[in-house]
């Protein structure tokens, strides 16, 4: 995947209609990946809104690029639209669940397992140091982990180790942006120290 460098001009792409939110569902959003990252962010699924724009984590009210910001992983305050400047910075972006929904509770528990599977095989052939998961309930789904906590889990994905956090949704009224700030900021502190 190519890398587009902090010079280039990004344009936002135009709110999606109504009809541009119905098509959405037959949309993938394409992994942002590159090989040896130092994080693999992992949503769970995409949003109508994000599949419309096609940039991850794209519906307002999402908190995941406030957060990221705020955690010191970018040097501004990213734009969906900018989410291939992260490559140049060692992180990326997939989802376990490539479905687009309105909801994640619209997805079976067969399609996290088959998430999982499919992510074990995105690791194995990018090597990311970490992939950090943006939705606990999605890791403890996929890889049969119900008790699982947040942050720096025991098991490993391959040569990759593992880390759990809230989801960033709007719609996650259990952890809010300052939670998930210190949270990211714990992923990032011991991805710069390691």
């Not at 949309?27 to 724009?53: E, H, M, Q, R, S």
């Not at 096609?54 to 010191?72: E, I, T, V």
């Not at 008790?147 to 889990?153: I, K, S």
Request: charged letters at 15%; hydrophobic letters at 40%.
């Amino acid at each position: 995947m190519s890398v587009t460098h902090a010079s280039c001009v990004t344009v936002p792409p135009p709110k999606p209609s109504k009809a541009d939110l119905a098509a959405a569902v037959h949309k993938i959003v394409p992994d942002l990946v590159a090989p040896n990252l130092k994080v693999l962010f992992c949503g769970i699924n995409p949003g109508l809104y994000t599949a419309a724009i096609g940039h991850h984590f794209g519906r307002p009210g999402n908190r995941f690029w406030p957060a990221l910001h705020g955690a010191g992983f970018t040097p501004r305050l990213f734009k969906p639209w900018d989410e291939h400047e992260l490559l140049e910075l060692g992180y990326g972006i997939t989802n376990m669940v490539e479905r687009t929904t309105a909801a994640a509770s619209e997805l079976a528990p067969e399609e996290y397992v088959a998430g999982g599977q499919r992510l074990t095989r995105l690791v194995q052939r990018y090597t990311p140091r970490v992939v950090a998961f943006l939705g606990i309930g999605a890791y403890r789904s996929a890889f049969g982990r119900p008790g699982a906590p947040l942050g720096l889990q025991p098991e490993w994905l391959e040569q990759s180790r593992l880390w759990a956090l809230p989801s960033p949704s709007g719609l996650n009224a259990n952890h809010q942006l300052p939670d998930l700030v210190r949270l990211l900021t714990e992923l990032r502190t011991w991805v710069d120290a390691a």
